[in-house]
């Protein structure tokens, strides 16, 4: 999947000016979901392991480039927070059946 782009309301303060432009990526490997797990100790906190995530996934913020910090995304207005939210839902949400075969021609079954 490509990565997604859109526009802040309030915007995220980088050297005293706001950025509103940002863009996120997609989840790579289920080692960002155990870092942010980790992060956010457990995933019983849905909110701070949403926002390890995000941390995680955003890319750029107008001209303030990734990595971020929680306590970046902890400053974001609750509305730009529902706005990147609903960016990492389209993200990560997985249309592929597991049980089709894969897309990559150098896949090897693991097996015990």
Known sequence: MANQTGTLKDGLLFKQNPQFDF?????MTT?????AEIE???????LTFNGAL????????GECPGPFSLAQIRALSPRDWQILR????????VTDD???????ENTETLSR
């Open 31 to 35: 080692g960002e979901l155990f870092d």
């Open 54 to 61: 995000m941390a995680r996934q955003l890319v750029r913020v």
């Open 98 to 104: 597991p049980n089709e075969p894969s897309d990559s």
């Open 23 to 27: 863009e996120m990526r997609p989840i």
């Open 40 to 46: 956010a100790e457990g995933v019983e906190h849905q």
């Open 86 to 93: 609903a960016a990492q839902a389209t993200l990560n949400s």
